[in-house]
């Protein structure tokens, strides 16, 4: 049985909102970021060297993005019509808060757990690296609409495949997956918008954020720092955390510089 909304006098299933919410929010948020990326105090990278150290042009990562976007829709709608034909209307009853706070936790432990084992392969196998991730990795400096930019068989992999993991084995509704994989488009283009702003939500809430993460896109920090998008407890438990201190640029701006030993390494 599907569950509907109504937006402005329309009719829309969850099923549908689940599918396309997390690309409008992607959008939205990441348009967001573009409009503070002239604050320079802020910035992780100077806009030159975003413009000069990057690998692809700003046109090919925004299709790129569509691309796997338009991917994901394709499976999140499958995925819905396979596990919805089996719904009973008596399962669209309320659920409580406690139940929904279960079910986003192990969420972004499936998630996150995918996530550090695919990414971690994909950096040690060497063919999946040149032919696949590194693609990801022509963004040197990132910023926030390139969050998704990946090869096409790695967004499939990577974050589809690990969606539909974190969906099915959570049991969260199509209604609660709205509001997940919104979040987790959030803080993923969060991760990636190359800013440190002051009383950002995330990074008050969570270790791995875009100064980590960033450590992550430079080569000292290849071999670090996989975990995606929530926690970094992966990286603590299996000796691939780096850790970093955050600078203030006398020309203004950050930079997350990781501790001596191991940029000597």
């Not at 909102?17 to 690309?23: R, S």
């Not at 409008?24 to 990326?37: A, E, K, M, P």
């Amino acid at each position: 049985m599907l569950g509907m909304e109504m937006i402005n006098g329309v009719t829309v299933s969850d099923e549908l909102l689940g599918t396309f919410a997390p690309i409008i929010v992607y959008w939205i948020y990441s348009g967001i970021y573009v409009l503070l990326g002239s604050l320079d105090d802020y910035r992780l990278h100077t806009r030159k060297d975003e413009d000069e150290k990057n690998l692809v042009s700003k046109n090919d990562v925004v299709r790129g993005v569509l691309l796997q976007q338009a991917v994901q829709a394709v499976v999140a709608s499958l995925l819905f019509a396979i596990t919805g034909s089996d719904s009973d209307p008596a399962d669209s009853q309320p659920t409580s808060l406690i139940v929904l706070a279960r079910q986003f936790l192990v969420g972004m432990m499936v998630l996150d757990t995918w996530q550090y084992f695919m990414h971690r392969y994909m950096h040690q196998n060497k063919f999946l690296y040149k032919h696949i991730h590194s693609q990801h990795h022509r963004l040197v400096v990132p910023y926030a609409y390139g969050a998704l930019y990946n090869h096409p068989i790695e967004g499939l992999l990577l974050d589809t495949v690990g969606g539909a993991l974190s969906f099915l084995v959570s049991g969260m509704s199509p209604r609660a997956s709205i509001f997940f994989f919104s979040f987790a488009t959030l803080k993923t283009v969060d991760d990636h918008c190359g800013l440190w702003l002051p009383g950002n939500l995330f990074h008050l809430l969570f270790r791995n954020n875009s100064a980590y993460h960033d450590i992550h896109h430079q080569l000292y920090g290849n071999k670090y720092n996989f975990s995606q998008p929530f926690f970094v407890m992966w990286d603590r438990i299996l000796g691939t955390y780096m850790p970093y201190s955050l600078e203030k640029n006398v020309d203004g701006g950050f930079e997350a510089r990781p501790s001596k030993e191991y940029k000597e390494e």
